[in-house]
Nanobody
Framework: QVQLVESGGGSVQAGGSARLSCAAS????????MAWFRQIAGQGREGVAL???????IYADSVKGRFTASRDNANNTVSLQMNSLKPEDTAMYYC??????????????????????WGQGTQVTVSS
């Protein structure tokens, strides 16, 4: 059974940092596109960062320059380093996976319905 388990969420002050991790089982992440999504309360889920096999990550404009997504293939995990956090970053953060190949991923990755495997989410709350 495929499982994506996020951890590292919690409360952080504005301007601070946090690091989220996603442990995958049932899949080998080196064979998948991986991404982080988030859902702000009362809104839909939005793409935050895409980790592309063999290419540089792609980030949403809202987090570019502040967040860094990465993968650790040896441990079958992905991470999201979040710096300079803002109150508007408060959201439930999800780890997601998509099989390869994925034509035109750079166009469609931010659409939540493109992703089949989802983690349970971890809440990040940023206080001002």
């Amino acid at each position: 059974q495929v499982q994506l388990v996020e951890s590292g969420g919690g409360s952080v002050q504005a301007g601070g940092s946090a690091r989220l991790s996603c442990a995958a089982s049932g899949i080998t992440i080196s064979n998948y596109h991986m991404a982080w999504f988030r859902q702000i309360a009362g809104q839909g889920r939005e793409g935050v960062a895409l980790i592309v096999p063999g290419d540089a990550p792609i980030y949403a404009d809202s987090v570019k320059g502040r967040f860094t997504a990465s993968r650790d293939n040896a441990n079958n995990t992905v991470s999201l380093q979040m710096n300079s956090l803002k109150p508007e970053d408060t959201a439930m953060y999800y780890c997601v996976a998509h099989s390869r190949p994925w034509p035109l991923y750079y166009i469609f990755w931010s659409r939540e319905r493109e992703w089949y495997y989802w983690g349970q989410g971890t809440q990040v709350t940023v206080s001002s």
